[in-house]
């Protein structure tokens, strides 16, 4: 089992920046591909970035790519997403995953965390 624990949500003004972080515990973390995703109200659970378990290869979805980063940090046991010139768009409950393998589907990752909302007003 893995547990995961996503912080650093909050209300910002459109083009802030805000770093979510994802904090695992239980099985070894740096074994496992991370993801995150996020879903706005009335809307599917969409992709937003993965990272393979030694950071070595990272994807953004079109949408946030330039803007987004993923990254981790196996020691301290954490994930990050850094999210720059932030858009109303961004609106969404933002949720980290640990998986075998990483990738943009959701059905790759069998841990998630309860999520983090971010609220970016224009």
């Known amino acids: 089992q893995v547990q995961l624990v996503e912080s650093g949500g909050g209300l910002v003004q459109a083009g802030d920046s805000l770093r979510l972080s994802c904090a695992a515990s239980g099985r070894t973390f740096s074994s496992y591909a991370m993801g995150w995703f996020r879903q706005a109200p009335g809307k599917e659970r969409e992709f937003v970035a993965a990272?393979?378990?030694?950071?070595?290869?990272?994807y953004h979805a079109d949408s946030v790519k330039g803007r987004f980063t993923i990254s981790r940090d196996n020691a301290k046991n954490t994930g990050y997403l850094q999210m720059n010139s932030l858009k109303p768009e961004d609106t969404a409950v933002y949720y980290c995953a640990a998986g075998r393998t990483h990738g943009s589907s959701s059905r790759r990752y069998d841990y998630w965390g309860q999520g983090t909302q971010v609220t970016v007003s224009s």
């Open positions: 990272i393979s378990w030694n950071g070595g290869s990272t």
